[in-house]
């Protein structure tokens, strides 16, 4: 409501249309006076209230959306140079956990998946970022028990490369070459020596890749023993300039690909991110189930940190920023200059993460097995509708 004195009209609100309604000009002053102070006062507390009401508002949007945390001490164990665990970092960094009442330590000295997996297992670290692939094998068999707690990373084009020294011939044969050699093709291991249990994406997307060059280069877990070697990623371009061994590829992904072709000689046989590996699921955070149930808040907490930490990592100034900060050498300004970030999802997509299993069954590396088992209960199920 407003009184024009001027006018001698008052106007009122209604259902966002404007009502006049004319007065006498007869009245008094005095008449109007006590009308403008009516309307005043209204105004004045309506005022208040509408301040009142924004502060509780804006305390509640700071207030974070969950119960009461069932702890403040979160461990997160990465392996070392892992690209997909960035946010983590800016996460730390920039307070967002902090702002959420966690106390977050990460422990970056693990060598391998299968290392930061065993740490879980023995109570070191309470959180993992681990490769889906290794993830599904160790939950497959029965030798862990995980559930997914947030998506992780997912491969930007060109992030994963077959890379070989120079040789003058053609890519094409260059592969065929590797393809006969005994163990030609160097893949990154999940850590484990095992033959049965050595893979990761990176290797699965060679594996699905080399049949689109031709038919004959196929690779399936029956014959991988004869065409795969595995070994820690920092070693990867290290074997292939320091071997004489021309009939070497190696797979290599960020961010030991930018490595590795600004401090070696090295060219680009395949890319390994198109076609049926294209934004390839790559990792995610997992926990143990049990703690993951009776954690549920702080995990709520945790996520809702992790994707302010992930939309923040996604713009490429901060990304750079944070693997100079943290990834040592490997991540100079002149190597994070040149990296090929990927994305973080931040929502659990169980279709998403199920393409790994499905190009892992192709391949005969897993039997049959119900993604679900370690999901989390909020994934998004497009299967179903929801």
Not at 27 to 45: D, E, K, M, P, W
Request: charged share 15%.
């Amino acid at each position: 409501m407003y009184y024009d004195a001027p006018t001698g009209f008052i106007e009122t609100f209604a259902g966002g249309s404007a009502v006049r309604s004319a007065k006498p000009r007869a009245r008094s002053r005095r008449t109007s006076a006590i009308v403008l102070c009516v309307v005043l006062t209204a105004s004045a507390g309506a005022a208040a209230a509408c301040s009142s009401s924004t502060s509780t508002a804006s305390a509640s949007a700071a207030m974070p959306a969950h119960g009461a945390l069932e702890q403040h001490q979160l461990r997160i164990g990465i392996p070392k140079g892992e690209i997909g665990a960035l946010p983590i970092y800016t996460g730390v960094d920039k307070g967002y956990f902090k702002d959420q009442g966690i106390d977050v330590t990460i422990d970056d000295s693990y060598k391998s998946y299968q290392d930061a997996l065993q740490g879980l297992n023995d109570g070191k670290v309470d959180l993992v970022y681990d490769d889906y692939v290794h993830a599904i094998l160790a939950q497959s068999n029965g030798a862990f028990r995980l559930q997914l707690v947030a998506e992780g990373y997912t491969a930007g084009d060109g992030s994963v490369q077959l890379l070989s020294k120079v040789t003058g011939m053609k890519n094409a044969q260059e592969i065929k070459n590797v393809f006969g050699a005994a163990g030609g093709f160097l893949v990154p291991t999940s850590g484990t020596n095992d033959t049965n249990d050595a893979y990761t994406v990176p290797t699965i997307m060679l594996m699905t890749s080399l049949p689109d060059l031709a038919n004959s280069f196929r690779i399936k877990q029956a014959n991988s023993a004869a065409h795969l070697k595995s070994m820690v990623p920092t070693d990867l371009a290290v074997k292939l300039t320091g071997s004489a061994d021309a009939n070497l590829a190696a797979v290599i992904p960020e961010p030991y690909y930018s490595y590795a072709t600004n401090n070696n000689k090295l060219v680009g046989l395949m890319d390994l991110t198109r076609g049926a590996t294209q934004a390839m699921p790559m990792g995610g955070y997992f926990a143990k189930q049990d703690f993951a149930v009776e954690k549920t808040n702080l995990f709520k907490a945790f996520t809702g940190a992790l994707n302010q930490a992930k939309n923040s990592t996604s713009q490429r100034a901060t990304a750079m920023t944070e693997m100079q900060a943290h990834y040592g050498t490997m991540a100079n300004s002149t190597v994070a200059a040149s990296i090929s970030f990927g994305t973080f999802p931040t929502t659990v997509n169980v279709d998403r993460v199920d393409r790994v299993l499905t190009l892992m069954q192709g391949l005969d590396l897993a039997p049959y097995f119900n993604i679900d088992t370690m999901m989390p209960p909020d994934a998004l199920r497009s299967r179903t509708g929801s």
